[in-house]
């Protein structure tokens, strides 16, 4: 059983609200305006926001696809982690930034839902963490062409599973924005 001693700090994780990522996904809109809900109430609490990054294929380091999207805009206090895969844990900085903050416990948000976001909070569960997922802050595309179910119901399952996830001495379970509270003992 794997959990994380002395770490009872709560952080905001945005990933991968980039313009490669999320244009043309599922009500693009309505969740960048949850997500940067989210980051004020995170910064009004004092609660750290932690920014995801992906760089990849269609997503080059510095290109306009690679950049996040223009209603969202870190402090510059805020750390920034660079990836390459899906779970923002492997092969980055995450872990030690979070360590730094004494974060025990992740609010995650972002894109995609099938995939960075799924493997993220599979990745921070494993490792630890307790995490929350906002079921009305996180999007996909269509791949429906693929032999994927469409975008609402690849996240309405996404919430689904992750509110009953389960393990010794961890918490999950997906949440509304309007629910986030980063205010103690809320």
């Known amino acids: 059983m794997t959990t994380l001693k002395d770490r009872p700090n709560t952080a905001l994780l945005v990933v991968d609200v980039q313009n490669g990522v999320v244009t043309g996904s599922h009500e693009r809109d309505s969740v960048v305006a949850n997500v940067a809900a989210l980051v004020e109430k995170a910064r009004e609490a ?7 990054q992906h760089s990849g294929d269609g997503l080059a380091k510095g290109s306009p696809e690679w950049e996040l999207v223009p209603e969202l805009k870190p402090a510059p206090a805020e750390p920034l982690v660079e990836k390459e895969y899906g779970d923002s844990f492997e092969d980055t900085t995450l872990e030690s930034v979070l360590a730094g903050l004494g974060v025990g416990h992740l609010v995650v948000s972002g894109a995609q839902t099938d995939a960075c976001i799924r493997s993220t909070l599979h990745g921070a569960f494993a490792r630890g963490y ?11 595309e269509d791949l429906t062409n693929w032999g994927a179910p469409p975008p609402e119901q690849v996240i ?9 996830q389960t393990a010794p001495g961890r918490t999950a379970g997906t949440v509304a924005t309007k629910e986030v509270s980063f205010k103690a003992g809320e």
Do not use: I, M, R
């Open 46 to 52: 004092e609660v750290p926001v932690v920014w995801v």
């Open 130 to 140: 307790d995490a929350t997922l906002v079921g009305d802050a996180h999007t996909t």
């Open 156 to 164: 309405a399952h996404t919430n689904l599973y992750w509110n009953h």
